[in-house]
């Protein structure tokens, strides 16, 4: 799922990847990335909403739908399936 974040927007990826897989803190990942610590906290905060929504999709596209699912639903199943 870190690779659809990639190639949706890099910068996500690279703050969510300083703060959530190396643990670095706001001010580390800011000096890492050469970008403001307010910045870090913004794409952060993105990327985690991003990254959610993804792990929402992928468990209804698991998990099975009796019907036909809603096209917003198939549009993330296509994409989780990439």
Known sequence: MLKILELEDERLARVFECRYFAGLTTAETAQALDIAPRSVERLGSQARSRMAHRFRA???C???VSGLPALDMLADCIT???
């Open 58 to 60: 992928r468990k209804r």
């Open 62 to 64: 698991q998990g099975g």
């Open 80 to 82: 989780l399936q990439r």
